[in-house]
Nanobody, 126 residues
Framework: QVQLVESGGGLVQAGGSLRLSCAAS????????TSWFRQAPGKEREFVAA???????IYADSVKGRFTISRDNAKNTVYLQMNSLKPEDTAVYYC????????????????????WGQGTQVTVSS
């Protein structure tokens, strides 16, 4: 069992930056694939970024070039550095993780991940 706890959300002006953290329990977390999703009010949860245990990353087009996902396996923590924030980035951000098994899955689909955090609110003012 893996537990995920997000932190780092808050209120920031457009153009500003935030760094989200996702701290995980579990000795084998370094082998897990992890991702960030977000959900704005009245909208469906959407993919933001994902990182494999190898460090390979993918991003949604809407955040490419502005957001960076990374991980520190020694600390069992995944980060999302968010720069040049826009009001449309306002959402609850969720961390998700998937244990190592088949690599044949959709990394941008919420259904591919087994464990979820409680979410952290990010609000970007114009």
């Amino acid at each position: 069992q893996v537990q995920l706890v997000e932190s780092g959300g808050g209120l920031v002006q457009a153009g500003g930056s935030l760094r989200l953290s996702c701290a995980a329990s579990g000795r084998t977390f370094s082998r897990y694939a992890t991702s960030w999703f977000r959900q704005a009010p009245g909208k469906e949860r959407e993919f933001v970024a994902a990182i494999r245990w190898s460090g390979n990353t993918i991003y949604a087009d809407s955040v490419k070039g502005r957001f960076t996902i990374s991980r520190d396996n020694a600390k069992n923590t995944v980060y999302l550095q968010m720069n040049s924030l826009k009001p449309e980035d306002t959402a609850v951000y969720y961390c998700a993780a998937r244990p190592p098994r088949s690599s044949d899955y959709d990394r941008s689909s919420a259904t591919s991940y087994d464990y979820w955090g409680q979410g952290t609110q990010v609000t970007v003012s114009s």
